[in-house]
């Protein structure tokens, strides 16, 4: 301690302090690469080399182009359903949300790798009970305690186990340290306010993978949620291409219906004009009238196929049905097929399988799991630490002398 008001501490740690933390970065650094659990390792699938009854026809091994595989069909129109459908369909919407939610599950468990920082900050006015402090009512009982004390120093110095000189150092030194104290508690008033501001941090060691393998399961869901994803896009697209390409047959149908209603019609009236002329007979009448009765009741069942077929549509494209009829109103031909159709190899329609991609990813997401449930055998390391300042006036918040830390 210097003369002055100042004074300086200077730590130097000992070299147990030394060891015991030489000792911890070790042990830490052993168990960085510790993960409990079983490693997650990929099923092996077992395929054939080709399909069969692949030779020849009109298809090809060559690799599939998927990724917009509905504008080999030519068609504007159906372009334009699926490019709303994706726009606007319900269902993917939630896929996509649900995509969403893993992605932010994924992000909050790497969070858990990193320390854990908050602030906080508060004030607490008290008043504090007079009775606490060293006044006029407990004079007696000090002077009692020193008298006692002064006793039995005496009793010291008669016998010789002690010297006057440093007897009446040490008992100046008590009477000045007790009067300063006592100066300091009638001066300190009753009632004060205690501010105080500061941060916490928390670190989980994660010494045995607990959190590696929380975060890997978590990466493995995200992977599955997107395949999920893609598994109702492909859904999707597929029942908006099925659903058009029928809409589309069944108007053809009803063209050809109408024309054979006309021809059918026109035989009905030669049958009666040779019954009527005596060359014909009534069942040839009867025969043309059933047959064009039957043609005239399936035109009632192709139109309500249509609409049926543009309903779904609608639905699928989140739209009200009027509209979409009156899109698909006029007449037009079947989207074209392509000359030859592109299979790939057995493997190649594997991985392109969304909804089996999301169930690997599923069995890697609960492989994952076990070794977070393992984990929670072992015991758990923790750093805290805190750093603040605090005082009892507001304008000595900032000072450095206000300053508090703890590790």
Excluded at 9 to 17: A, E, F, G, H
Excluded at 27 to 35: D, E, F
Excluded at 62 to 81: H, I, K, M, S, Y
Aim: glycine share 8%; with cysteine; net charge neutral.
């Amino acid at each position: 301690m210097t003369t002055g008001d100042e004074f300086r501490i200077v730590y130097r740690p000992s070299r147990l302090t030394n060891g015991v933390w030489r000792c911890s970065l070790l042990v830490l650094a052993a168990a960085a690469g510790c993960t409990v659990g079983p490693d997650y390792r990929p099923p092996e699938d077992r395929l054939p080399e080709r399909w069969s009854g692949s030779d020849g026809g009109i298809t090809t091994t060559r690799p599939a182009e998927v990724a917009q595989w509905w504008t080999v069909f030519g068609d504007p129109t159906l372009n334009r359903l699926i490019e709303r459908a994706v726009r606007s369909n319900l269902d993917l919407r939630m896929a996509a949300a649900r995509l969403r939610e893993a992605r932010a599950q994924r992000a909050i468990a790497a969070a858990d790798r990193w320390p854990q920082v908050g602030m906080a900050g508060s004030f607490v006015y008290e008043g504090e009970s007079l009775n606490r402090r060293r006044d006029k009512g407990t004079d007696s009982w000090g002077r009692r305690f020193r008298d006692t004390a002064v006793q039995e120093t005496a009793k010291s110095v008669v016998g010789g186990s002690l010297d006057p000189s440093s007897l009446a150092e040490d008992v100046a030194g008590e009477m000045l340290s007790d009067a300063l104290t006592r100066r300091r508690e009638r001066q300190r008033p009753r009632d004060q306010g205690l501010f105080e501001l500061g941060f916490d941090a928390s670190w989980e060691l994660d010494v045995f993978g607990g959190i590696r393998r929380s975060v890997e399961a978590a990466e493995a869901e995200a992977d599955a949620a997107g395949d999920d994803y893609r598994d109702v896009l492909v859904i999707l697209l597929a029942e908006v291409a099925r659903n058009y390409v029928e809409a589309r047959g069944f108007q053809q149908q009803l063209m050809i219906a109408r024309n054979n209603i006309e021809t059918q019609q026109e035989s009905l009236r030669l049958a009666r004009s040779l019954r009527d002329a005596g060359v014909g007979d009534e069942l040839d009448v009867a025969q043309a009238q059933a047959q064009l009765a039957s043609t005239q009741s399936r035109v009632f069942v192709l139109e309500t196929s249509f609409r049926h077929s543009v309903h779904w549509l609608s639905l699928l494209l989140a739209e009200f049905p009027d509209a979409t009829l009156a899109e698909l109103a006029d007449e037009a031909p079947l989207p074209s097929a392509p000359p030859e159709i592109p299979l790939g190899l057995p493997s190649d329609l594997l991985r392109r399988r969304p909804d089996i991609r999301r169930s690997e990813r599923l069995l890697a997401a609960a492989t994952a799991r076990i070794g977070v449930a393992t984990a929670e055998l072992f015991p758990r390391f923790s750093l805290n630490g805190s750093l603040g300042v605090q005082s009892f006036d507001v304008r000595r918040v900032l000072n450095g002398r206000s300053l508090f830390w703890s590790v």
